[in-house]
């Protein structure tokens, strides 16, 4: 009996932690922009759930993160930066409360660097810039910026 109630306990705790993980965060809007040396921008914005499950206070906040992924021509990513921000919305204004830029190489050809982050208003942005290295020199550099705005009705782009 006691090992039909603990094997009980682990699936119900492996299921709802896979829901939780699911949950973290989903795909609204991604769009595509093409650079003139064949290489491109893939940016994404998505819901960032609370990792607890439960829901902010104030039903008008939100926290999304809005993130462009530097790929190459082949289709390989490259390095990205996101921003994460806390918005706050409703009769007809909205705000960014909080802001987190991040940014990172997903290879050792491409490193990453002037990471920065600020809110205005509506506004929440990150910068980095993305510099390729082919034995020890610099052969590429990039620098994006990448902006989420929240509209007073909660849509964000």
């Known amino acids: 009996m006691k090992r039909k109630i603990l094997a009980l306990f682990v699936i119900t705790t492996l299921i709802f932690s896979m829901q939780t993980a699911l949950a973290l965060s989903s795909c609204e809007n991604t769009t595509i922009e093409y650079l003139d040396n064949g290489d491109y921008i893939v940016t994404i914005i998505e819901t ?7 829901m902010p206070l104030a039903s008008n906040t939100e ?6 992924y530097y790929k190459n021509a082949a289709g390989d990513t490259m390095w990205y930066v996101r921003v994460t921000g806390t918005f706050t919305y409703g009769d007809g204004t909205s705000k960014c409360t909080s802001v987190t830029p991040s940014a990172a190489s997903y290879t050792s050809d491409w490193k990453v660097s002037n990471i920065s982050g600020s809110k205005s208003g ?20 990039y620098t994006e910026t ?11 782009s």
Do not use: H
Request: proline share 2%; with cysteine.
């Open 48 to 54: 960032v759930s609370p990792v607890n499950g439960i």
């Open 63 to 68: 926290t999304k993160s809005k993130t462009s």
């Open 146 to 156: 990448v902006t989420l705005t929240c509209s007073s009705t909660g849509v964000f």
């Open 122 to 141: 509506n506004k929440a942005s990150a910068t980095a810039t993305g510099k390729q290295y082919v034995n020890g020199i610099v052969v590429d550099s």
